[in-house]
């Protein structure tokens, strides 16, 4: 006799999962995402380590060239934006552009509003990953990425079912390794540590069918 009440109590809660997010609560999404990454790459940058992607690239020539993090962070993203657009459409690439334009003034700003009189490396390691896994994982689920990797991790997840979070995991491994030249060894084991922590926030919960909240 309850059965096709049940039913309907089900088809109701899924149907909910289904509701539209609205522009106030993408905005505020994307500005919690990117001040999570931000407070990520405060952690990083005050304990000497890096991470994958482009974020790890803006690290890489700010330790070799003293490079302002934000600004060559922002420039390295310019070619990706023609692969978002094209494959991912107008909607995520402008939401793309907004996050990364966020992510590299933030990651300025954000030094000038805390400091850390001592920072255990793995502390910063471990945390500082988990507070970016967190902020890409909002990003994610509002229709927007940090651009370079992510663009490319979420076109190959929606194109061919590949989960964003091991691609991500495998290309970062790959540019945190080729770190060995710039940044000491330990600094280096430590940030493959990170980037571990940082991906596995993305390959728990950003899978392709768990998450049915649309932008």
Partial sequence: MNKPETTRDEADAIAALFIRHPLWEDALAML???????????????AGLLTGGTVGLAFLLKYWLGWPFGLVFFGLNLPF????????????????????????????????WIAFAHLNPLYGALFGGFAMGLGLLM????????????????????????????????????IVLGAVLIVPLDKVALSILGAVALNMVLAINHRAGRYMGVS
């Avoid at 023609?82 to 933030?106: E, N």
């Avoid at 994610?140 to 079912?161: C, E, M, P, T, W």
Wanted: charged share 10%; proline share 1%; aromatic share 10%.
């Fill in 139 to 174: 990003l994610f689920r509002h229709k927007a990425s940090l651009g370079g990797v992510n663009i490319l991790a979420l076109y190959l997840q929606s194109r061919f079912d590949l989960r964003a979070g091991k691609v991500q995991m495998g290309i970062d491994v790959l």
């Fill in 32 to 46: 919690l995402g990117t001040a999570m990454v931000a407070l990520g790459i405060t952690l990083y940058s005050q």
């Fill in 81 to 112: 934006y023609a692969l978002a657009l094209w494959r991912m459409g107008l909607s995520f690439t402008l939401r793309t552009f907004c996050a990364v334009a966020l992510v590299s003034l933030l990651a300025e700003l954000t030094p000038q």
